[in-house]
T-cell receptor, first 116, second 112 residues
């Protein structure tokens, strides 16, 4: 079946340091996978951070970037300089046009804490 | 308005009793989803409605029911709660295949 594996947390970095959260996927039932990063800030619901639907393309939002690499089946999340407000749980997710719905397969999430 | 609302936010239930959770959205999305989220685990899809058609995941088929009386509302129903049902339940909606899903804040269910 489809699966997503991401960096096990918790991850702790200091403010202004760089960040990478790894994500790899296996899309056995989806012909054209779409890849997403969702984020859950403390006290809030899951929200989309960025998405990329075309292999080779890069998505970006709030200083975060992720490139859809079909060869390595990866979608790593990166940020050059994190802020304390980036502390949250980050989920990599796989979706697509399978069965005419937007069913998502999530990774287990990575808890990020940014120290001031 | 891109808000998905869920009620209640917290639910306490007794083993063997029924539970009904409610979700609503006003974005006219054709698809609504229910996920179960346990600590340190990925959100797990339970079922979804595409328009009026209910699709339940094979491994949770008998444990959860749902209804969608109109485009805006969707419920999740547990006929007889067990301890293993304690979790966060997330509702989401989307328009179009592969599109962004908008999530509600979740309902935290505790079964005692």
């Amino acid at each position: 079946g489809d699966s997503v594996t991401q960096t096990e947390g918790p991850v702790t970095v200091s403010e202004s340091e760089s960040l990478i959260i790894n994500c790899t996927y296996s899309a056995t039932s989806i012909a054209y996978p779409n890849l997403f990063w969702y984020v859950r800030y403390p006290g809030e619901g899951l929200q989309l951070l960025l998405k990329v639907i075309t292999a080779g393309q890069k998505g970006s939002s709030r200083g975060f970037e992720a490139t859809y690499n079909k060869e390595t089946t990866s979608f790593h999340l990166q940020k050059a300089s994190v802020q304390e407000s980036d502390s949250a749980v980050y989920y990599c997710a796989l979706g697509g046009y399978n069965t005419n719905t937007g069913k998502l397969t999530f990774g287990d999430g990575t808890v990020l804490t940014v120290k001031p | 308005d891109t808000t998905v609302k869920q009620n209640p936010r917290y639910k306490l239930a007794r083993v063997g009793k029924p539970v009904n959770l409610i979700c609503s959205q006003t974005m006219n999305h054709d698809t609504m989803y229910w996920y179960q989220k346990k600590p340190n685990q990925a959100p797990k899809l339970l079922l979804f409605y595409y328009d009026k058609i209910l699709n339940r995941e094979a491994d949770t088929f008998e444990k959860f029911q749902s209804s969608r009386p109109n485009n805006s509302f969707c419920s999740l129903y547990i006929g007889s709660a067990g301890l293993e049902y304690s979790a966060m339940y997330l509702c989401a909606s989307s328009s179009g295949t592969g599109d962004e899903q908008y999530f509600g804040p979740g309902t935290r269910l505790t079964v005692l």
